[in-house]
């Protein structure tokens, strides 16, 4: 007899949140839906931390202009050196929390 899997479908985030890897943690099958439109404005490439108690949002800045109808695995990131900032924030934002090393 063949087992039912569970299959979870989800568009990529950036900076998933804590639920994305609960649900990947209990289905068989795990696809990020990235050839659907990319929303602006969005979690696709925003996404906020916890910096000293108060919200930071960081933006992955993508090249949007005449590109309305792109699919998220279309996007491409407009500045690379901003992931290199935002690694830099994220590490100053949470090197004091447990279990940062």
């Not at 568009?11 to 659907?36: A, R, S, T």
């Not at 699919?71 to 279990?99: F, G, T």
Request: aromatic letters at 12%; a positive charge; proline letters at 3%.
């Amino acid at each position: 007899m063949n087992k039912i899997k569970k299959i979870a479908i989800i568009q990529p985030n950036y900076i998933p949140w804590i639920g994305y890897f609960e649900i990947i943690k209990h289905v068989d099958i795990f696809v990020f839906l990235d050839d659907v439109q990319f929303t602006k404005r969005d979690w696709r490439n925003r996404n906020y931390i916890l910096d000293q108690g108060e919200k930071k949002i960081l933006t992955i800045p993508v090249r949007q202009k005449g590109k309305y109808y792109q699919s998220i695995n279309d996007v491409i990131i407009d500045d690379m050196s901003s992931l290199d900032k935002h690694l830099l924030i994220i590490k100053n934002a949470y090197k004091n929390s447990i279990n940062f090393e």
